[in-house]
């Protein structure tokens, strides 16, 4: 994983181990475009070929993942992504005084 990344920090470990849960992948054609264009790799497979997880940088909360982080989430213990994503709504409500 990235470091810096919001995936490492909400993580908090250079390397997870998730279910992959489907057959469709990143196309790596559009690797450098994208990345030229401000989006940040910042998960990959161990031999670096599959794209798992993105995000862009200067956005509040934007990150997409190659499997279903649902799986491993209960009420007790939320994913990592859930809670993240939770913490990062409960800001911006804050930020913009909706709550």
């Known amino acids: 994983m990235t470091p810096n990344s919001l995936a490492h920090t909400l993580y908090g470990k250079d ?48 990150l997409g993942c190659q499997f279903h982080p649902e799986f491993t989430s209960t009420p007790r213990t939320g994913h990592p992504l859930f809670q993240g994503f939770i913490e990062a709504a409960l800001r911006q409500c804050q930020e913009t005084n909706r709550l």
Do not use: K, Q
């Not at 401000?38 to 909360?61: K, Q, T, Y």
């Open 15 to 62: 390397v997870i181990t998730e279910r992959h849960r489907h057959r469709y992948e990143f196309n790596n054609r559009y690797r450098e475009p994208l990345h030229a264009a401000g989006l940040a790799f910042c998960g990959h497979s161990l031999d670096e070929r599959l794209v798992e997880m993105i995000e862009l940088p200067n956005h509040p909360w934007f």
